[in-house]
């Protein structure tokens, strides 16, 4: 018999049923609270609440856990690619040999954009951050892409589209706020061969590929692929709730991601450790400014909704950056104060009794710039990466049997009615 808690209520008495997830998680289903008590729950920031039932991806943030459709994160850093995790996280199974040759060739026949999308870079301003940009052109992907829906089949060509061309119009981007000619994608390349090239390669100078800096690249994206229902991830649920198409929604997901206390994190790491590199911040400083309440300062990179240990994508990316500074022989600075940080938060009662521990973007920072991604690019490497999870979660929601339009309550709290005021009696 499934459970069910007992919510009284002045004089009336509902039974609410539990759910109950395959990992043994459970909720207490209030779906019909208000209309049976007229009563509404309260729960600032969703921090209690969960949204809908998932199959895509599994974390226990006590336990350090974290698995896309059951397979550990672990295992698919270690041994997969990013092209393979992305079909996994949208069709929930890995692909067949068969299956990965017709993904890749997808990929490739979607990979140019319109060349008059190429116009839009010239119209924004010259320190027009690139998340803003990408969630703008993202969007405008539906003018020049205009039939997304029908059979499965063309529905998986307007997924392997947006993959495919994001990570196109990313590089673009960048070669044109740098005022170099733009590298379209080769036929030849990886999904992430291919990215690298688009961003580095010039006709002066060949673009010379290096498999660990490869590799490291596709291990940064695996470990950003999907992460439940984050704020971004939410965002975009709940702008495709309204069934607006697919293009929207994950331009608005882009919107989302751009927050410092979200994904615009990596570039905040990186900025904080420079200051400090600069010597317009210690390390100790930093530290006690983030744990005075009257300072908004917060040591970024640290701390995390769910994970109240150590984020197990940072012990990832952390040895990812070892091996891939070694292999380059680049002596970064910011990875010494990274690590000294580190030592000194992971010591101090402050962080302790909070459970603030490294989250993933701590030392993703590092492993990019040791690639050549510049600073302000972070956040947009950070969205490549998502944008399977984002795909898989809109298309989970599309396909939900209890879809419903994202509607959330409130209490009123403003004045109670009052009547209008000519301006001349003011
Ligand atoms: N430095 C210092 N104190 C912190 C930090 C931090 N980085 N993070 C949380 N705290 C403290 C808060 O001040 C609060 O203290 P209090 O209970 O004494 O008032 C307590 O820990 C709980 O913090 P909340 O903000 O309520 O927790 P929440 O779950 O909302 O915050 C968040 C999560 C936003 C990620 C937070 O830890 C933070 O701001 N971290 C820095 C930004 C960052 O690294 N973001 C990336 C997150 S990972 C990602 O999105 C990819």
């Given at each position: 018999?499934?459970?069910?808690?007992?919510?009284?209520?002045?004089?009336?008495?509902?039974?609410?049923?539990?759910?109950?997830?395959?990992?043994?998680?459970?909720?207490?289903?209030?779906?019909?609270?208000?209309?049976?008590?007229?009563?509404?729950?309260?729960?600032?920031?969703?921090?209690?609440?969960?949204?809908?039932?998932?199959?895509?991806?599994?974390?226990?943030?006590?336990?350090?856990?974290?698995?896309?459709?059951?397979?550990?994160?672990?295992?698919?850093?270690?041994?997969?690619?990013?092209?393979?995790?992305?079909?996994?996280?949208?069709?929930?199974?890995?692909?067949?040999?068969?299956?990965?040759?017709?993904?890749?060739?997808?990929?490739?026949?979607?990979?140019?954009?319109?060349?008059?999308?190429?116009?839009?870079?010239?119209?924004?301003?010259?320190?027009?951050?690139?998340?803003?940009?990408?969630?703008?052109?993202?969007?405008?992907?539906?003018?020049?892409?205009?039939?997304?829906?029908?059979?499965?089949?063309?529905?998986?060509?307007?997924?392997?589209?947006?993959?495919?061309?994001?990570?196109?119009?990313?590089?673009?981007?960048?070669?044109?706020?740098?005022?170099?000619?733009?590298?379209?994608?080769?036929?030849?390349?990886?999904?992430?061969?291919?990215?690298?090239?688009?961003?580095?390669?010039?006709?002066?100078?060949?673009?010379?590929?290096d498999?660990d800096v490869?590799?490291a690249?596709?291990?940064?994206?695996?470990?950003?692929?999907?992460?439940?229902?984050?704020?971004?991830?939410?965002?975009?649920?709940?702008?495709?709730?309204?069934?607006?198409?697919?293009?929207?929604?994950?331009?608005?997901?882009?919107?989302?991601?751009?927050?410092?206390?979200?994904?615009?994190?990596?570039?905040?790491?990186?900025?904080?450790?420079?200051?400090?590199?600069?010597?317009?911040?210690?390390?100790?400083?930093?530290?006690?400014?983030?744990?005075?309440?009257?300072?908004?300062?917060?040591?970024?990179?640290?701390?995390?909704?769910?994970?109240?240990?150590?984020?197990?994508?940072?012990?990832?990316?952390?040895?990812?950056?070892?091996r891939l500074l070694d292999k380059l022989h680049i002596?970064?600075?910011?990875?010494?104060?990274?690590?000294?940080?580190?030592?000194?938060?992971?010591?101090?009662?402050?962080?302790?009794?909070?459970?603030?521990?490294?989250?993933?973007?701590?030392?993703?920072?590092?492993?990019?710039?040791a690639i050549?991604?510049?600073?302000?690019?972070?956040?947009?490497?950070?969205?490549?990466?998502?944008?399977?999870?984002?795909?898989?979660?809109?298309?989970?929601?599309?396909?939900?049997?209890?879809?419903?339009?994202?509607?959330?309550?409130?209490?009123?709290?403003?004045?109670?009615?009052?009547?209008?005021?000519?301006?001349?009696?003011?």
């Amino acid at each position: 018999m499934s459970e069910t808690i007992t919510f009284t209520w002045k004089d009336r008495t509902i039974e609410l049923p539990v759910v109950e997830g395959t990992e043994g998680e459970k909720a207490i289903d209030i779906s019909k609270l208000r209309k049976e008590t007229g009563l509404i729950t309260m729960d600032p920031g969703f921090v209690n609440t969960g949204c809908c039932k998932s199959a895509i991806t599994f974390m226990d943030g006590e336990r350090g856990i974290l698995r896309y459709r059951g397979y550990p994160i672990e295992q698919l850093a270690e041994e997969s690619s990013f092209r393979e995790v992305a079909y996994l996280l949208i069709n929930g199974e890995l692909p067949t040999r068969k299956q990965i040759t017709r993904f890749s060739v997808l990929l490739n026949d979607h990979s140019l954009v319109h060349e008059d999308m190429r116009q839009f870079f010239g119209s924004f301003p010259m320190q027009s951050h690139p998340m803003g940009i990408l969630s703008s052109m993202v969007n405008a992907l539906k003018s020049f892409y205009p039939y997304l829906a029908g059979t499965r089949e063309e529905i998986n060509t307007t997924v392997t589209r947006l993959i495919s061309k994001v990570r196109t119009l990313a590089a673009m981007s960048y070669k044109i706020s740098k005022g170099h000619t733009v590298v379209y994608p080769r036929p030849d390349l990886s999904y992430c061969e291919n990215f690298l090239n688009m961003m580095f390669d010039s006709p002066v100078r060949p673009y010379k590929m290096d498999h660990d800096v490869v590799n490291a690249l596709s291990v940064f994206l695996i470990l950003h692929a999907d992460h439940e229902q984050n704020c971004s991830t939410s965002a975009v649920r709940i702008v495709g709730s309204g069934r607006v198409n697919l293009y929207a929604s994950i331009s608005a997901g882009i919107a989302a991601l751009w927050g410092p206390l979200h994904g615009g994190a990596n570039q905040a790491v990186i900025e904080m450790l420079e200051k400090i590199d600069r010597r317009e911040l210690t390390i100790n400083d930093a530290v006690k400014k983030s744990k005075d309440k009257n300072d908004p300062f917060r040591l970024m990179g640290f701390g995390h909704r769910v994970y109240k240990t150590y984020d197990p994508r940072a012990k990832i990316m952390k040895k990812v950056c070892d091996r891939l500074l070694d292999k380059l022989h680049i002596n970064d600075p910011l990875l010494d104060i990274a690590q000294t940080l580190e030592d000194i938060a992971l010591n101090d009662d402050y962080f302790i009794s909070h459970n603030l521990y490294p989250n993933v973007d701590f030392y993703s920072g590092i492993v990019l710039r040791a690639i050549g991604i510049p600073t302000n690019m972070f956040t947009v490497m950070f969205a490549i990466g998502r944008l399977p999870g984002w795909i898989a979660q809109w298309k989970e929601s599309m396909e939900d049997p209890e879809w419903k339009l994202n509607r959330p309550r409130q209490i009123y709290t403003g004045p109670v009615k009052r009547d209008y005021i000519p301006l001349e009696n003011r």
